[in-house]
């Protein structure tokens, strides 16, 4: 008999980005065979933009038939203005708060000098935007009854600069992991904190502490899932991987400085770096340490191990759990995100920057012939989130057979 794996699926974190992920989920629950597209991911976890996608794949498991199609429907309808203020009563609020709040410190001195900046962005909208997109109540409705066994979303603890999990399980379900974590039903605010995007976006405010985007310190979170015990994980990550032959863009003038927006792209690049292929490395090396010493020491090997561990009253990350083989299938972008958003800026910018924006563009020194990394974070164009949406259903289309075998 063939025991039932405990599928995992890990969201990363990645801004606008979050589009590609959709079109992933759209491809799988509408193109795979019907009894394969009708399993649930057991356990859930996201970061940042992937947290908020997290979110509605859990609210919308009891619903299998239109959770893709309504995810993809929630990315194509989405706007700038549903996630920060963009009008002109925002362009004057922030050129005087800025203004104001550096006049104060000045003529205050650096004993009285006091925060005057939370993000360059106003994210008011963002809430009840993300309220009404997901039907929260069912998260916890849908673990209870078991379809979804455990979820989580990381934030990023600003007082501590340590990552944080926010975790909802059914009570059969065991954390065994080693990181600061909140057993808590899943809100909106959760989300709004995980997905906060430092400076660009306001620290979140939970139980008086401040939180920002969880993808600084755990942008794919493999670990969170693997210790509520998933054993196979389906992991969409947002950054493309150039090949070796594949030729590299380069952006700028050699002898130039770099523009600060630039420097802004690659600060980006590095807080929602895809860190999996380290995390994959490693469980291949356990995979295949396990297979060799059921060569040498028996079929019994891993289950005489693990019961040992429990004897011992050994304690530890492994220990914790168990040992026990992973299995890991990946997708990821098989286009540079970045340089599809300069396709489709190039073609809208004009039509579609409102004067904040453009004040802001410019205030930050983001060309867009060598900015595009950054604001492929923050601009959310139609011609853009179709773009990823379009990318992330052909990527599912290129993995058909992986995609049977991991949910058969």
């Not at 606008?16 to 009894?35: D, N, S, V, W």
């Not at 493309?240 to 927006?261: D, S």
């Not at 295949?288 to 005489?304: H, P, S």
Request: net charge positive; proline share 5%.
């Amino acid at each position: 008999m063939v025991s039932k794996r405990t599928l995992g699926l890990v969201l990363s974190g990645g801004g606008a980005r979050g589009a590609y992920e959709a079109g992933i989920i759209h491809y799988i629950r509408t193109m795979l065979p019907p009894k394969i597209r009708s399993r649930n991911f057991d356990v859930q976890c996201g970061a940042s933009v992937g947290a908020i996608n997290t979110s509605f794949m859990v609210a919308t498991s009891h619903d299998l038939s239109l959770q893709g199609k309504e995810l993809h429907r929630l990315w194509q309808n989405l706007r700038e203005g549903d996630i920060y203020c963009r009008d002109s009563r925002a362009l004057w609020e922030f050129i005087g708060r800025s203004t104001r709040g550096v006049l104060l410190n000045i003529l205050r001195g650096p004993k009285k000098m006091g925060p005057h900046f939370n993000g360059f962005l106003d994210t008011t909208p963002f809430l009840p935007f993300i309220e009404k997109a997901v039907p929260w109540k069912m998260i916890s409705k849908n673990i209870r009854s078991g379809l979804v066994k455990a979820m989580s979303l990381v934030a990023t603890n600003v007082f501590t600069g340590r990552m944080e999990l926010f975790i909802e399980k059914h009570p059969s379900v065991e954390y065994t992991g080693e990181h600061l974590h909140h057993f808590t039903p899943i809100k909106p605010i959760h989300a709004k904190a995980s997905a906060a995007i430092p400076i660009v976006f306001p620290s979140v405010m939970i139980d008086g502490i401040a939180y920002t985007d969880g993808g600084l310190r755990l942008n794919t979170p493999m670990s969170p899932a693997i210790q509520l015990g998933a054993d196979s994980l389906l992991v969409i990550g947002l950054h493309h991987r150039a090949g070796p032959e594949e030729k590299i863009p380069f952006h700028g003038k050699v002898g130039e400085p770099p523009a600060l927006g630039q420097v802004l792209g690659r600060v980006m690049n590095t807080i929602f770096l895809d860190r999996i292929q380290y995390d994959i490395e490693q469980l291949e090396r356990i995979n295949r340490i396990v297979d060799w010493a059921e060569m040498v020491y028996g079929e019994n090997f891993l289950k005489e191990l693990n019961q040992m561990l429990v004897s011992k009253k050994i304690r530890g990350d492994i220990a914790n759990r168990g040992l026990k083989r992973l299995n890991v299938l990946r997708i990821r972008p098989s286009e540079d995100i970045g340089e599809m958003f300069g396709r489709c800026f190039k073609k809208g910018r004009d039509r579609h920057f409102t004067s904040f924006e453009k004040l802001l563009v410019r205030f930050l020194d983001v060309d867009p012939t060598n900015g595009i990394d950054f604001l492929s974070y923050i601009v959310f164009m139609p011609e853009y989130l179709k773009a990823l949406l379009d990318l992330g259903f052909e990527d599912a289309r290129r993995h058909h057979n992986q995609l049977k075998e991991f949910l058969g």
